[in-house]
Nanobody, 123 residues
């Protein structure tokens, strides 16, 4: 059974950092691409970042470029999203998702999703 579980969300102040984790089970990261998405209240879900299954190539959405870093540990079946210099606009529920097609920040290209973790950035 394919399962993705996000963790690491929380309440932080602008400028702080958080590290989100996506623990996967039921499949190997060697064969799946992982994306991170977020959805703020009243807004559509948007892609944040993705990482390729084997060569580790990454892609970032413009709003998070230079502040967020995605990484993976295939041995531990975990993908992380390091978020630095957080802004209030980063407040959202963050989701990880998996597909076998490719590294993409387009949500409909993903087949499996986690339940999400809340990130709130506020002073």
């Amino acid at each position: 059974q394919v399962q993705l579980v996000e963790s690491g969300g929380g309440f932080v102040q602008p400028g702080d950092s958080l590290r989100l984790s996506c623990a996967v089970s039921g499949f190997s990261l060697d064969y799946y691409y992982i994306g991170w998405f977020r959805q703020a209240p009243g807004k559509e879900r948007e892609g944040v970042s993705c990482i390729s299954s084997r060569d580790g190539r990454t892609h970032y959405a413009d709003p998070v470029m230079g502040r967020f870093t995605i990484s993976r540990d295939n041995a531990k079946n975990t993908v992380s999203l390091q978020m630095d210099s957080l802004l209030s606009g980063d407040t959202a529920v963050y989701y990880c998702a998996a597909n076998q097609m490719g590294c993409s920040i387009v949500d409909y290209e993903y087949d499996y999703w986690g339940q999400g973790t809340q990130v709130t950035v506020s002073s």
